[in-house]
C-alpha cells in the first residue's frame, strides 16, 4: 500500500472489500470494472505466497478374519437372534 503501513490482516480486509464491490459492480452492470479488477490484481501481487503441507497419514494395513474368526462370530450371534426373533 502506498501511504499506510498495514497489517497483512488488514491488507486482506481491505482486499476482500474490494472484490465485494467488483462483485457488486459486475452484477449491476453486468460487465467487469477494469480499474476494479485491475486494483485488486495489484493487491494480491503484494502478498507473499502462503504454502500449506497437508500431512497424510496412511491407514494402519487391513487385516482379514480368518474363517474360523467369522465362524465363531456368527456362532455368536446367532442365539441373540433368535432371542430376538421370538
Do not use: C
Not at 28 to 37: E, F, H
Request: charge should be negative.
Amino acid at each position: 500500500m502506498s501511504q499506510f503501513i498495514l497489517t497483512p490482516e488488514e491488507d486482506l480486509l481491505i482486499l476482500g472489500a474490494i472484490r465485494a464491490r467488483a462483485a457488486q459492480y459486475l452484477s449491476s452492470q453486468g460487465v467487469n470494472d477494469p480499474a476494479l479488477d485491475a486494483l485488486v490484481d495489484k493487491i494480491q501481487s503484494q502478498f507473499t505466497p502462503v504454502v500449506v503441507e497437508t500431512i497424510i497419514e496412511t491407514p494402519p494395513d487391513v487385516v482379514e478374519p480368518t474363517e474360523e474368526e467369522v465362524e465363531a462370530h456368527f456362532a455368536e450371534e446367532a442365539p441373540a437372534r433368535k432371542k430376538k426373533a421370538q
